[in-house]
T-cell receptor, first 110, second 117 residues
């Protein structure tokens, strides 16, 4: 079993749709959680951190459930520019150990 | 946000050549740098963790004699792919953190595409 697993995708949605990505992690010692966005042939860029209380940044909402070892990302009112691969990232050992999920590809169509 | 640069952005070389990739933190001191490799349609795989002034810690399955990492200063880490072969062709990305304890947020360089013929 992979340490971090994500919905395989791809997700094909129309503009304006709401889309949700899920991610599960296997190591209960995991300490910090993030969602990164990676455009084709580019480096990953931090989208947002994920907290137990949940956090929202504009159209993006992230949730963490430590008991179920589950992370989610919700994108509302999808834009064409949201098309990318979304990576679930988990760190532990004080940040020295980072595990990336395989990513979920999102295609937003006009 | 913090800026990390990589050089070169792409390399094409013959089999057997050694290739050196530089990773620099431009506006902060990076006590820890990470080197990743990403094959097409796959996720980033951590190769090694590098702390300034000490030996890098390699992930299982990564040959330390083939992928030489040097982190000589707080702003520069280098990855040398020795005697590169076609199977080493990949997208190599570095990242850096600004905290001595291995901070939570990593800032990524733009990556280096290596093609070994």
């Amino acid at each position: 079993r992979k340490e971090v697993e994500q919905d395989p995708g791809p997700f094909n949605v129309p503009e304006g749709a709401t889309v949700a990505f899920n991610c599960t992690y296997s190591n209960s010692a995991s300490q910090s959680f993030f969602w990164y966005r990676q455009d084709c042939r580019k480096e990953p860029k931090l989208l947002m951190s994920v907290y137990s209380s949940g956090n929202e940044d504009g159209r993006f909402t992230a949730q963490l459930n430590r008991a179920s070892q589950y992370i989610s990302l919700l994108i509302r009112d999808s834009k064409l520019s949201d098309s990318a691969t979304y990576l679930c990232v988990v760190t532990y050992t004080g940040g020295f150990k980072t595990i990336f999920g395989a990513g979920t590809r999102l295609f937003v169509k006009a | 946000g913090a800026v990390v640069s990589q050089h070169p952005s792409w390399v094409i070389c013959k089999s057997g050549t050694s290739v050196k990739i530089e990773c620099r933190s431009l506006d902060f001191q990076a006590t820890t740098m990470f080197w990743y490799r990403q094959f097409p349609k796959q996720s980033l795989m951590l190769m090694a963790t590098s702390n300034e002034g000490s030996k890098a810690t390699y992930e299982q399955g990564v040959e330390k004699d083939k992928f030489l990492i040097n982190h000589a200063s707080l702003t520069l880490s280098t990855l040398t792919v020795t005697s590169a072969h076609p199977e080493d062709s990949s997208f190599y990305i570095c990242s850096a953190t600004s905290s001595g304890t291995g901070a939570e947020t990593q800032y990524f360089g733009p990556g280096t595409r290596l093609l070994v013929l």
